[in-house]
């Protein structure tokens, strides 16, 4: 189709059609820079912890006061929970992943360095944490009834040299012992609590911090049980009995204790559910502007289209009358079409890139990779003649003899 009468047409109509590149522009920026954003909350959302969720139970407690015999306290809740029916294996430990509060620390590769190399998340935990957590051991052990050790203990003889092995997630040994494999990292040592070395016994897979302080999912797992007044209870048990579980479990423990307030009683879907509420909220607000905008930009090319065939009534009945087909005058409106948007999305991918330099300096975000333009250009070529096709098809059905009366 000889494209020069449409050329000659948009630039009398100037104005409109630099609404509709602009519209279109700002659309194809917007659209995917907010795709992509949400491609990185629901990424974000996708992480595996490492834990078996399917199965994992939490009951978080709280206890008055401060007490002497807190760790002593912790195993009798312990014990009495393993006799709850239904209950496969129970573990104190210090915090959870996803569970918000995080308990951090550095760590170096010798006792004199100054700057700690990274910072790692600290899960401290009772006989049977590695178990009941369902993290995946992918070289080394467990550790060993010996090796565990009260925190009571530590804080009382302030020796915070007392950490003598860890099992770290597959993140941390990669990190700080480069181009070791997970098996070749076993007997490697680093430095944390103190300036007694700490010697690697085991890897797991995938063990995420309880929030996202920090850069780098690194975490380490000390053999030493939480004493504190509160407490998590990490239970595993059948999948198809969490609630039944969950509801003895709680009533064990306030039987032992009826004092105790529970903050916290949920299973692990309901951390994860809580968790990433607001991932959850913001990819539903992005989802919810790419919509309206390009309902808008779609009501906008139908308007423009309709006033313009409006308009050109008569050219369009003069065209008929000299031999034009329904289907030229379909695809003449359709190429006028793909022209005003072809201009935007040549604008939009420029602006695109502006936005998304933009929110990398603000909110450090990585960088807009570059599929997502010929992508984004599609859908809006695709909406535009979607958009042009019913002001176009009333345009062809014009008979050339109404069109003539009419003039």
Known sequence: MDIRPILSTLRRHKTAAAL????????????????????????????????????????????PGKNRNDSARVQEDVQSLRGVPGVISVASASQIPLGGSSSNSGVRMSADQKDNSFNASVYLGSEDLIETMGLRLIAGRDFLPSEYQNMEAIEVSFDEGRIPVAVVNRRFAERLFPGATPATALGKQFYSWGNNPITVIGVVEELLRPNDYGNGQYSMIFPVRPHWSWSNYLIATEPGRRAEVLKAAVAELQRTRPGRVVLKENTFAEVREEYYRQDRAMAWLLSGVILALLIVTALGIVGLASFWVQQRT??????????????????????????????????????????????????????????????????????????????????????????????
């Open 20 to 63: 509709i590149v602009l519209e279109i522009a700002l659309a194809c920026a917007i659209v995917c820079n907010a795709v992509y954003l949400i491609s990185q909350r629901l990424e974000r959302m996708d992480r595996p912890t490492g834990v078996a969720e399917e199965r994992l139970l939490r009951i978080q407690t709280v206890s």
């Open 314 to 407: 008569k050219q369009i009945g003069v065209r008929r009358a000299l031999g034009a087909t329904r289907g030229q005058i379909l695809r003449y409106f359709q190429t006028e079409n793909f022209l005003l948007t072809t201009i935007g999305i040549a604008l939009g991918m420029a602006l695109a890139f502006a936005i998304n330099l933009g929110l990398m300096k603000l909110y450090e975000l990585p960088r807009l990779p570059a599929w997502y333009l010929p992508v984004g250009a599609l859908c809006l070529w695709l909406l535009g003649q979607l958009a042009v096709y019913g002001p176009a098809r009333r345009a062809a059905m014009v008979p050339p003899a109404l069109a003539t009366r009419s003039a």
